[in-house]
């Protein structure tokens, strides 16, 4: 039997599933788009290869013999899998010529960012991917329009809403930083008082640190936390702080990847507060691509080996 069962075609197992559906030749034969007297010989050389018959010809219709249900259920299951192999297929040549839009909030952009397009480039050279690196309140309008597929970071709970969903991955500690010619740089050890007259470049999303720091200053007897520049650009922060004697806060990763590069120096300030973790935000009611799902996927493999390590 196994070697008359390798001798079917496709087309035969699509007319026994097509035949259990219908009832009727004439209707299967419609389903599959061939005429009725095809159909009869594909059923007719199907049973011959058998050896058994699978259908009973009644008056009005058909109706499957004991036989002819065991190769309908066969049948169906062998369509059903090749379908889904297709659709595998599918997928992953999809992801690997497909494209993604990413948005990343600046404490991302070191830790899972990066090292997720170095990855995908690597995997996947054919794949487009466009990055957009901002602040929250520019990041999730746009994908809530659909203008970006997904956004590494947090959602702020001005922002939050029903339609969006967060996956956490990763904790963001934050660092104090200040230009390498800042003479803050040189000290070892350094308290809230230091800082006390310092002017600060603010990162719009980093207003709920202003209330923790604010504290710190003012047991210092620096009542208000003094805000000379507001931007979200990591350039133009590091730039700044290159020319000024001004201090930043940045994410602890982005902090080192700068300080590693002498482009800034992070100061001996203890900050004891997390912004809250970062991870994938993405629309509650859209599918994501299937090369949106390979990046995706990426992300949490490296946010998973950077939790092991630093455990």
Known sequence: MQNRLRRLKMRQLELLVQLFANQSLTRAAAAMNVTQPAATKL???????????????????????????IMMRQARTVLAALERGGEEITALSEAATGSVAIGSMRGATASLLAPALAAM?????????????????????????????????????????????????????QSVVAGP?????????????????????????????????????????????????????????????????????????VAEHYARRKMVAILPLKLPMLLGPIGIVRH??????????????????????RGRRRK
Do not use: C
């Open 43 to 69: 059923l007719r050389e199907t049973e011959k290869t058998l050896g058994v018959s699978l259908f009973d010809r009644l008056p009005r219709g058909m109706r499957a013999t004991p036989y002819g249900e």
């Open 121 to 173: 480039h690597s995997a996947r050279p054919r794949m487009r991917m466009s990055v957009l690196v901002d602040a929250a309140e520019i990041l999730l309008p746009r994908l809530r329009e659909a203008r970006l597929d997904i956004v590494l970071g947090s959602i702020p709970a001005a922002l939050a809403g029903s339609d969006l969903v967060f996956e956490p991955l990763l904790d963001e500690p």
């Open 181 to 253: 010619q800042n003479p803050l740089s040189r000290r070892k050890s350094l308290g809230w008082k230091d800082v006390a007259r310092a002017e600060w470049i603010v990162y719009p999303q980093e207003s709920v640190l202003q209330p923790l720091m604010e504290g710190m200053l003012a047991a210092a007897r620096r009542p208000e936390l003094p805000v000379a520049i507001e931007t979200a650009s990591v350039v133009a922060t590091t730039m700044l702080l290159e020319r000024t004697d001004m201090l930043a806060v940045m994410p602890r990763d």
């Open 284 to 305: 509650a009611d859209r599918e994501l691509s299937p090369a949106a799902l390979a990046f995706t996927e990426e992300v949490r493999q490296l946010a998973a080996a």
